[in-house]
Structure formats: structure tokens, C-alpha cells
């Protein structure tokens, strides 16, 4: 990894538990495949963000582990099996010193220019402390950063923002709506949609339009 670029951790659940909150968004697909595109598309565009040095995803599961390292990511495994933030840990313990970066994988509308001006706001702001990006509604967390030298600590899950917040970290207030746009509902979909999906997760809806417009 270079000096100065950011390694990226983006755990990943099984795709038979992952997104729970969104089964039976798409009816006319399979929900393993919505849960794989939400992933896809969101580390891509990870991958294409020059601020970007390595992306680590974290997961258990074969197709998501495969298709990251297609994408050009690193896998390691879901250890030790504890949730989310053991996951962020885990990823974040097995990197060389230096800038790094804990992402959901469920921003199907990312932009990577909106992702790498996050990251730029997080080097540039108040030096030695983590920083985060609340998701839209603003109680949630998508991005959570930490300079060398710093652990970085994650408190995802519900309420993470204020928690991230009483942990220390300072929050980061930019316009970068495809990086806040956290898909969890049907309603959320709706939304990445009118902010612009990435493609996998675009084409799941448009082979999903006959089956959504018959229900
Ligand atoms: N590796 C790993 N990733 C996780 C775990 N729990 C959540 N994630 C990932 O973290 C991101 C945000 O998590 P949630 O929005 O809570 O996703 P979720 O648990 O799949 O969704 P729900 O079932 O609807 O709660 C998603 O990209 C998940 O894939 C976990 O235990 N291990
Ligand atoms: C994991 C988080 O929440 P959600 O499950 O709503 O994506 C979070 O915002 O920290």
C-alpha cells in the first residue's frame, strides 16, 4: 500500500442473513442477489476512488469473497463470527500504520468522488481523532475513519452516530449524498435508486420492473 493512500475495511454478512430488512423488496429476485449487487456496486466504487490505496472486506461468504477479489479487494475471513464492529476490528488489526477507513457495504449509489472528498475531510480536519459520516437520516453511521497510530475503534449498529460521537470521534458534515445513502428498506432502495445506482444493483431492478409492476 502507498504512504499516503487509505485502506478501507468493508465487512460483509452472508448473504443468506445480510439484509433481512429489505427481503422482499425486489419480488422478482432472489434476495441473496440484491444482498450481492448492494455489495458490489458499493465496492467498486471503493475501488475506483483514487484516494484509495487497499480495500479489505471482511466475510464468511464464497460469492461475496469471490467477487471482491475479482474486483481487485483483499478477503479475510469473518473472525472471530461476533457482528459487525468485531468484524471492522478484525480487518482494521491486520493492516500496516496508516490512514484507515471502516465502510458499510450497502451504498449501492456511491460516488467515488463522494467518497474521496469524505476521506480528504477526515485528513484535513482536526488532526488525531477519528472522524465519521452519519447516513442520511443522521442516527446511523457509513463511514468511519481513524489516522495512523489510532485504533479505530467502531460502534456501529443502532444509534451509532451518537455513540460514535460519546466514543469521541467527530462527525463529518459534507454533501456527499450517494456516501449517506445506506440502503436498509424498500423505501431506501427507492431512494439510491433517484440518487443513481451502480450498475449490478440497477439491472436487478430493471429485471424486477415486470414482477413489482404485476404485484
Ligand atoms: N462481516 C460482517 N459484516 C456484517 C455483519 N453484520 C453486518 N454486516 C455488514 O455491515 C453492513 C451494515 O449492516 P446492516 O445494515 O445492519 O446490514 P444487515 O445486518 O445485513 O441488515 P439487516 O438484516 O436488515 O439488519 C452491511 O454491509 C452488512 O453486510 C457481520 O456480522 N459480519
Ligand atoms: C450498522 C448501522 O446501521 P444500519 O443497520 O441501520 O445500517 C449503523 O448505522 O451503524
New binding site residues.
Given amino acids: 500500500m502507498s504512504q499516503s493512500g487509505w485502506a478501507v475495511v468493508v465487512?460483509?454478512?452472508r448473504l443468506t442473513?445480510?439484509?433481512?430488512?429489505?427481503r422482499g423488496a425486489l419480488p422478482g429476485v432472489p434476495h441473496e442477489e440484491l444482498?450481492l449487487a448492494?455489495?458490489a456496486d458499493t465496492l467498486r466504487a471503493v475501488l475506483a476512488c483514487p484516494a484509495v490505496a487497499e480495500v479489505l472486506v471482511?466475510?464468511?461468504d464464497a460469492r461475496v469473497a469471490a467477487a471482491a477479489r475479482t474486483a481487485g479487494a483483499q478477503v479475510r475471513p469473518?473472525e472471530p463470527?461476533a457482528?459487525?464492529n468485531?468484524?471492522f476490528r478484525h480487518g482494521a488489526a491486520g493492516l500496516p500504520p496508516g490512514w484507515v477507513a471502516g465502510l458499510?457495504?450497502?451504498l449501492p449509489a456511491l460516488r467515488p468522488a463522494e467518497l474521496a472528498g469524505a476521506l480528504l475531510a477526515a485528513r484535513t480536519g482536526q488532526a488525531g481523532v477519528r472522524r465519521f459520516v452519519p447516513d442520511a437520516p443522521g442516527e446511523g453511521t457509513v463511514l468511519l475513519t481513524a489516522p495512523p497510530g489510532i485504533a479505530l475503534d467502531p460502534r456501529?449498529g443502532m444509534g451509532s452516530a451518537a455513540a460514535h460521537t460519546a466514543s469521541g470521534a467527530l462527525p463529518l458534515t459534507g454533501d456527499w449524498p450517494s456516501l449517506r445513502r445506506?440502503v436498509?428498506t424498500a423505501a431506501d432502495l427507492a431512494a439510491a435508486d433517484r440518487l443513481g445506482l451502480g450498475p449490478r444493483t440497477a439491472a436487478l431492478l430493471a429485471a424486477d420492473r415486470p414482477a413489482r409492476a404485476a404485484g
Avoid at 17 to 22: I, N, T, V, Y
Fill in positions: 465487512p460483509v454478512k442473513a445480510a439484509k433481512s430488512r429489505l444482498a448492494l455489495a471482511v466475510t464468511d469473518d463470527d457482528g459487525l468485531a468484524a458499510t457495504a450497502d456501529f445506506d436498509d
